[in-house]
């Protein structure tokens, strides 16, 4: 078959919703070599594909596994498209700064790991603490890196009352407008996002994109 | 204030009850000496508290209520009763199945393999020895114990905490009399006349939703009852999380749960008692596997570090101690020896069971693993035993998923898939209302074979959930949470036979504990990934070790030393510090025998 532009693309979309680590960068390479503009390839395929993994999870038809696959897959294909456009001078506008970790007291990494992974795979720069990061850390990093979100994950009822620690020392450092804080794990509710002054919850690592997406919909932006 | 007049509905009865404005209705329950199960800790979100307000003006709604309303579209008479709170008079009727009240039931025979431990000698934690005593012997305490030691042949002996042996009115009675002794050193008390007929010992299995217990006759080493109830502390939350929760709260709350599981045990025991038509005040020695959590509350140890990583326990052997310094109302100079923890959540229930299979001096490689929420394993290579625990959830208590229950009658307990259908038996042969955890395991066990499950746990043909019986569906939502809770036990029952730099193939036999662990069928396990295809003879069902063991160590010296040394043969494994732990845990979500294929990268 000849390589046709539109054959590339749906190689790579096919290979990302499939979770093909392995097959998705050396795919991205081809549709580049192909003569196709990274832009394109990123907006036609890899966007489209990323979304339809997400929507295969909330169906139920996709588990952790497959999240993940997609969202590494996702991840090698990016890294490609990305050294494309910096050495045509270009760069990808990113859809925001967060900061993400679990919180202080609590060694469970696996969702944050995945929600990281999501954001990352949907253009988020993520900055990830990893586990049992302490309060002041969060907000530390987030003031030095200019976040706009901090992400914060606990999956215990012992711990989720750090995220609530969190947002008090921002307001107490007058910081609380500065960054919006999004908060998750098994144990948290949307209930108890709202009464610890959480800006938003995300059920899911899927969830979790669209909620960081309209919390930073109308800002001006943190940083260029 | 002007006190609110309510009236509860519960078991035939009427009880009445007074509350403050505003305060929560499960509040005043616990207060009225009604206390009900909260499984979210009355957060609102479990949805389990609902009772039925039968007369009165409804209470306003919470948003937690409107929520889980919409969700069930339940009549606005049920509320929940952590939530709701209280303004006027009402009449409410409390369900049965909410009641925290003890139902005791009867062990005799229950579980398979937890009959008599195999002793390796038979010496009771607490003996009886009649004495013939002069007048001037009773005088002094010194005096005393000498002419114990020198007519017993004790190499010390030395006079239990609540002394008073010193007999101010001695009388002709005292001439002859029985010295209760402890571990052949510690005098506890001086009975008048010869009573070595009658001493009993009790051995208990405190957990965190049940506490089961044994009444032994240390002088046959006879079992005289066994029984087991609810755990009082459910009152403040259903897991053990919760409970570290509540007792870091505020002080005074630990106090609050050691009272809860002591009026278990105090319960639970009259009963025994009663049934075996015996005295509490007869009973000189408890031997207690509780898991760390309880450990740690029954001997008033602070329980913060178990509640945030790295989750160490505060200690792992405790000393004796006097039950009365506990608050156990047995004989008052009972002595409490308790099993020891072994490390993060591993606890004496562990320990003891662990005793009771025998496994610490073994020859060969064995697993032992407790199917229960905190889902620990230990694993034992040559001298040296690993332990960890998974925290599996309840998701096989059948908590959280749709169709769920706890193995009561009514619940399946197994499936078989006959080509159009499930044929299923349920326990008790009632009308089926639910699925047990057996019978969970049971159905995706069936489902792989039947085909209407994938490897990866989606529902085939489009489907969106698996008609077990009728009226009973196990939903995609409902297997992704199995997925997980089999995915802690299985990615950590591998991550301890690597850390050993072992392979399954090399085991000489897998011990399942627990009651959920004593009621699956070993074939299920093995087609649905949980268990490594071992030949069936290697699978063995070691029941409610936990208590088997306590009895064990109630009736011999030699289980004692073991468990004294045990602590220091254990090395716990922290799963969460393993690096690849996520990737063996996303490999463990598939179901099926896949999992434990060799050379599987
Ligand atoms: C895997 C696991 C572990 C692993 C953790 C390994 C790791 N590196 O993460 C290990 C075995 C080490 C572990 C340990 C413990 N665990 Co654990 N663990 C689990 C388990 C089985 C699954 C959790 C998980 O990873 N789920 C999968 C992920 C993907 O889901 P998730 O985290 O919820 O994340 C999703 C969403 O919540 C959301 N999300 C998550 N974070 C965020 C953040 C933001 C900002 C947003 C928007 C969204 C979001 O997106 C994710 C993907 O969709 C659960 C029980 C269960 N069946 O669920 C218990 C569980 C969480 N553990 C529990 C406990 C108690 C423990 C222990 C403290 C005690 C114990 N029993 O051993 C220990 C810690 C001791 C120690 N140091 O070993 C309890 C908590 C109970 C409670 N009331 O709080 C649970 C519920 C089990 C139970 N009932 O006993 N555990
Ligand atoms: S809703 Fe969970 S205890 Fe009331």
């Known amino acids: 078959m000849k390589p046709e532009p539109n054959n590339h693309l749906q190689a790579l979309s096919q290979a990302i919703v499939q979770g093909l680590v392995d097959e998705a960068g050396p795919l991205a390479e081809k549709a580049v070599a192909a003569g196709m503009k990274p832009l394109q390839v990123i907006e036609q395929a890899c966007v489209p594909a990323i979304e339809e993994v997400g929507r295969l999870w909330e169906a139920g038809d996709y588990f952790l596994p497959e999240l993940i696959a997609g969202a590494e897959a996702m991840k090698a294909a990016m890294t490609v498209l990305q050294e494309a456009l910096k050495s045509s001078g270009q760069s990808l506008k990113s859809a925001g700064r967060v900061v993400i970790g679990t919180v202080e007291g609590d060694i469970h990494d696996i969702g944050k790991n995945l929600v990281a992974s999501m954001l990352r795979a949907s253009g988020f720069e993520v900055i990830d603490l990893g586990a049992d990061v302490k309060v002041e850390r969060f907000v530390e990093t987030a003031e030095r890196e200019k976040a706009d979100i901090i992400a914060l994950s606990a999956l215990l009822t012992t711990t989720m009352l750090n995220q609530k620690r969190v947002v008090e020392l921002l307001v107490s450092r007058g910081l609380k407008d500065k960054f919006k804080v999004m908060v998750g794990g098994a144990p948290v509710t949307e209930k108890f996002a709202r009464e610890i002054g959480a800006d938003g919850y995300g059920e899911s690592a899927v969830q979790a994109v669209s909620v960081a997406r309209s919390l930073l919909a109308g800002r001006g932006g943190n940083h260029d | ?601």
């Not at chain 2, 114990?148 to 010193?166: M, V």
């Not at chain 2, 870091?248 to 009272?259: A, D, I, S, T």
Request: with cysteine.
């Open chain 2, 1 to 601: 204030m002007n006190k609110i007049k309510l009236k509860f509905l519960s078991g035939g009865k009427i009880i009445k009850a007074e509350a403050s404005p505003g305060q929560t209705l499960s509040w005043v329950l616990f207060r009225a000496g009604l206390p009900i199960k909260l499984y979210c800790q009355g957060r609102g979100i479990c949805g389990r508290c609902l009772v039925e307000i039968k007369s009165g003006p409804l209470p306003e709604e919470t948003e937690a209520e409107r929520k889980l309303k919409l969700e069930r579209r339940l009549p606005p008479t049920f509320r929940l009763a952590c939530q709701l709170r209280l303004y006027q008079p009402l009449i409410v009727r409390i369900p049965d199945e909410l009641l925290l009240l003890p139902e005791i039931k009867n062990l005799a025979g229950k579980f398979p393999g937890s009959g008599r431990p195999a002793l390796r000698d038979f010496n009771p934690l607490v003996k009886k020895y009649v004495l013939r005593l002069a007048r001037e012997d009773l005088s002094r305490e010194e005096r005393l114990a000498s002419v114990i030691k020198s007519t017993l042949g004790l190499k010390q002996l030395a006079f239990g905490p609540t002394a008073g042996h010193k007999q101010k009115n001695v009388g002709p009675s005292w001439r002859q009399s029985t010295a209760v002794i402890y571990d052949d050193r510690l005098l506890l008390a001086l009975e008048a006349g010869r009573t070595d007929d009658r001493i009993l010992g009790l051995a208990l299995d405190l957990g965190t939703t049940t506490v089961s217990a044994r009444l032994l006759d240390l002088v046959k080493g006879k079992t005289l009852a066994s029984a087991s109830a609810a755990n009082l502390q459910a009152a403040f939350g259903a897991d053990l999380i919760s409970r570290i929760a509540f007792a870091v709260e505020k002080p005074g709350n630990l106090k609050k749960l050691r009272r809860a599981a002591l009026k278990s045990i105090a319960q639970l025991t009259e009963v025994l008692a009663r049934e075996a038509g015996v005295k509490t005040k007869w009973i000189y020695a408890v031997c207690l596997a509780g898991n760390a959590v309880m450990n740690h509350i029954f001997l008033n140890q602070p329980v913060d570090s178990l509640g945030r990583a790295p989750f160490r326990p505060a200690f792992l052997s405790h000393e004796p101690v006097p039950g009365l310094e506990v608050g156990l109302s047995l004989n008052p100079r009972a002595m409490v020896f308790t099993s020891p923890n072994l490390g993060g959540f591993v606890g004496g229930d562990i320990s003891s069971g662990l005793l009771y299979t025998g496994l610490p001096s073994k020859a060969g490689n064995y697993l032992y693993v407790d199917l229960g929420t905190n889902g620990e394993i230990a694993l034992k290579k040559g001298k040296k035993i690993l332990v960890a625990s998974t925290a599996a959830g309840p998701a096989f208590e059948g908590s959280g998923i749709s169709c769920g229950q706890p193995a009561l009658p009514g619940a399946i307990e197994y499936v078989k898939w006959s080509g159009d259908r499930f044929k299923y038996r349920t326990i008790g042969r009632k009308k089926p209302s639910g699925l047990c955890g057996s019978g969970l395991l049971s159905v995706l066990a069936e489902s792989l074979r039947a085909g209407w499950l994938l490897p990866s746990g989606r529902i085939t043909a489009g489907r969106s959930e698996i008609p077990v019986a009728p009226g009973l569906t196990l939903s995609q939502l409902d297997i992704r949470k199995l997925q997980l809770a089999l995915a802690a036990l299985k990615s950590g029952m591998r991550l301890l036979l690597s850390t050993a730099g072992l392979d399954w193939t090399e085991l000489d036999g897998l011990y399942l504990a627990g009651v959920f662990g004593s009621s699956v069928d070993p074939g299920q396990c093995i087609a649905v990934g949980l268990l490594p295809p071992l030949p069936r003879r290697k699978i063995i069902f070691a029941g409610n070790a936990s208590l088997a063991g306590a009895e064990m160590l109630l009736l011999s010296g030699q289980a004692r030393k073991s468990a004294a040394r045990l602590p220091l043969k254990v090395q716990h494994v922290s799963l969460a510090e393993l690096e690849n732990f996520q990737g063996e845990f996303l490999k463990a979500l598939s179901l099926g025998r896949r999992y434990w294929r060799k050379n599987d990268v």
